[in-house]
């Protein structure tokens, strides 16, 4: 018997940012300490696998500088002097705060402002039943899904796909925009799976090679923003050479002859001009396609990730309908399955109590939002009080100089709730210190994959951390919203509700189960009976005002970006930050390894591996303005400069640098990070953040 098989373990869900959601074992040594975390061999499509950064838990949970009593800001903003205060002392403060900005302001003076720190439902969006309560700003959540589902949503109609297990029954995998080897490793389980088993191709598209890449038996690495012209060319060589299904087309399309005429110009030559591939790379590319039916696209966040992501996506996704590969096992496209879940959460964010008269502020426009920017605002109050739970947007998100501006704003109280003392903390009035996953009950689900996964609490928190669930329940009762709906149940009791409402059971009998698996039929998920749009037919021609999206802005908000440019067909879209004489590089803030989001870097483990913060540059263009490998180089736009350490990297087009992983500000030389030099502009047509779309100069650092 193995020495895990002794083990006392319990199960779960891994609680962050990633497509996989993976299910996991967990060590537990006693009440309140673990060991090393498994994935579950059982879940089929977590398969035993998980990333390393995840199975060193205990360096996270364990780790000598968590938060774990309330802090109480003692001098300047962002000095680092603290008080220690109790939590009722703390809460007191936060909601006299709260009252005293909203007497001045009005209620739409207070923004609590949250992400993807945690995934699990009830610690995630319990926020938004306070929100809606007290009538506070609203919050459009944009900075991570809205290029890629609304260009999905195009074509497909409906955010759901072919089982990403198939991915083991096809006989090629393409892996397009996405690292998955480092973002989402089970993806890599199922694709090496169809290799060994079936001799499956892999091909990974990138703007770099990658991790992913090395595991690729065709590997194409193209400019950043230049994934549309890559796919037109690609349907221009199918229709050209007979490979396109047209007798799938006409079935189940809305408009192949208005395609292929559109297409009749997008040719191998015009996409390597744009692309920097080369006519034999995309032909070769095609052709395997083209001729292989069972062809799995799996469709990533990363290139959906500038100006004209959402073209992007839709573009990439066409190829599957020109091919008929969706009629086929181990065949189709798949972004995402977050479409098949329709779980019920209204009495957990307290929607009814919604005011539709309350303005919405855009997530990831944290910067011209708490500078005041008229446009940020739409009309109303500046944001003068904030509670922040489960993201980190001093760091992580775009603008950082705008960002940090704001939350120094003597007029801004702001309560950060988290686990350790990150940037965002750093510049707060009140730290209160927060759960980890094991300690709390939740349930989660998974866009990469089909199930929906208990998080049971498996260990006792150190003495000092509460919930995200206390926190909104104790300000509840402070601010005199706690007799309305939603409010006074446990986690447990919000579980049973959302999972009753979907005839899903009950939180102890996910508890037995550990997981369901919702994956749809292969008809309802190879969409064999149709698309999800009105006339059941897969969309070329892209509604780019009128289509549904699950992450469209409120109508109060309006549209987004340059919407009157946006292509009728698939298209190569130029509205990206394109490279110039003052900028000649673009640069992409691609994830690392060992990091997830801002989430792992301090942990010493994923720190040593990681090693600094560098950039990934070719060696030309290092030799061209006299950089060695090693040396530190300036990098700047009109946003701000940060300083790195040069890497040379000869996987890369010349006139590309990368930046990998988003490391605490304080990782950096001048204290100011990655971010400095990422636009907060709202992309069209729905918005979000377009962090892989930067133009930049370089210089060495003086």
Not at 219 to 237: E, F, I, K, S, Y
Not at 341 to 363: A, C, W
Not at 366 to 381: C, E, F, H, R
Not at 644 to 657: D, M, N, Q, S, Y
Request: glycine share 10%; aromatic share 8%; hydrophobic share 40%.
């Amino acid at each position: 018997m193995n020495q895990h098989a002794k083990l006392r373990i319990g199960h779960s869900a891994c609680p962050h940012d990633c497509p996989s959601t993976c299910a996991l074992e967990v060590e537990l040594l006693d009440g309140n300490r673990i060991g090393r975390v498994h994935g579950a061999k059982a879940n089929s499509y977590t398969a035993g696998v998980i990333c390393a950064k995840v199975a060193r838990y205990a360096d996270r949970v364990h780790h000598p500088d968590r938060l774990l009593k309330p802090l109480v800001r003692a001098g300047a903003k962002g000095d680092g002097a603290w008080k220690e205060a109790s939590w009722e002392a703390a809460l007191d403060l936060v909601a006299e705060k709260f009252i005293a900005a909203e007497e001045k302001y009005g209620s739409e003076t207070v923004w609590p402002y949250y992400y993807a720190g945690t995934m699990g439902l009830v610690q995630r969006d319990g926020i938004d039943r306070l929100r809606h309560a007290k009538k506070y700003s609203g919050f459009f959540g944009s900075i991570c899904t809205n290029l890629a589902w609304t260009g999905w949503m195009m074509g497909a109609g409906a955010l759901r796909g072919p089982d990403p297990r198939e991915m083991a029954k096809s006989d090629c995998v393409v892996i397009w925009g996405t690292n998955a080897v480092v973002t989402q490793v089970n993806v890599m389980t199922h694709a090496i799976k169809a290799r060994k088993e079936r001799g499956a191709k892999i091909v990974v598209i990138d703007v770099y090679e990658n991790a992913t890449m090395k595991q690729a038996d065709l590997g194409l690495v193209l400019r950043p923003g230049t994934d549309g012209a890559l796919a037109c060319a690609v349907m221009h060589v199918l229709f050209r050479e007979g490979m396109a299904d047209r007798a799938y087309l006409e079935k189940y399309t809305d408009d192949p002859k208005g395609l292929e005429a559109h297409l009749k110009t997008r040719t191998p030559e015009w996409a390597a001009e744009i692309t920097g591939l080369t006519v034999a790379e995309i032909e070769a590319f095609a052709r395997l396609v083209g001729t292989t039916k069972r062809t799995y696209f799996r469709l990533g966040y990363g290139f959906a990730r500038q100006r004209n992501g959402a073209v992007n996506m839709h573009a990439a996704s066409c190829i599957a309908a020109v091919t008929g590969c969706w009629q086929y096992e181990g065949g189709g496209a798949f972004h995402s399955n977050s479409g098949i879940f329709k779980l019920n959460q209204d009495v957990l964010e307290g929607t009814k109590m919604r005011d539709p008269s309350i303005r919405y502020l855009d997530h990831s426009r944290i910067g011209p939002v708490l500078t005041g920017a008229s446009d940020a605002l739409y009309g109303g109050p500046p944001v003068t009080a904030m509670l922040i739970q489960n993201t980190n947007p001093v760091n992580v998100a775009p603008e950082q100089r705008l960002v940090t501006q704001g939350f120094l704003r003597q007029d801004l109280f702001t309560c950060v709730h988290e686990q350790f003392m990150t940037d965002t903390a750093k510049l707060a009035d009140v730290v209160l210190p927060a759960t980890m996953f094991l300690e709390h009950d939740d349930v989660y689900k998974g866009g990469g994959n089909q199930h929906i996964t208990l998080g049971p609490k498996l260990i006792e928190p150190p003495e000092g951390p509460r919930t995200n669930h206390f926190v909104i329940e104790q300000l509840a009762e402070r601010l005199g919203v706690a007799d309305r709906p939603g409010f006074g149940l446990t986690e447990q009791q919000h579980i049973d509700i959302i999972l009753g409402k979907r005839g899903l059971g009950s939180f102890d009998s996910l508890k037995e189960d550990k997981w369901i698996d919702l994956q749809p039929d292969f008809d309802t998920a190879h969409f064999t009976r149709g698309f999800g749009h009105a006339d059941g037919k897969f969309h070329f021609r892209a509604d780019w005002t009128g289509q549904a999206a699950p992450n469209r802005p409120p109508k109060s908000m309006g549209l987004f970006g340059p919407v009157a440019r946006l292509p009728e067909f698939p298209d190569h879209f130029d509205l990206i930050e394109v490279a110039d004489e003052a900028h000649p590089f673009r640069l992409t803030t691609s994830p690392a390894r060992n990091f997830l989001n801002s989430t792992f870097s301090e942990t010493p483990v994923s720190k040593a591996k990681e090693g600094r913060p560098e950039l990934l540059l070719h060696p030309d263009d290092a030799a061209a303005l006299g950089l060695a490998d090693g040396d530190r180089v300036e990098v700047g736009n009109t946003r701000g400069e940060v300083v790195l350490h040069a890497k040379l990297f000869e996987g890369i087009k010349r006139g590309v640098v990368i930046a990998e992983g988003i490391w605490p500000n304080s990782a950096h030389e001048r204290g100011e990070g990655i971010n400095v030099l990422t636009g907060a502009d709202a992309p069209a047509p729905y918005g979000g953040a377009a962090f892989h779309d930067n133009k930049v100069w370089l210089r060495a650092a003086g």
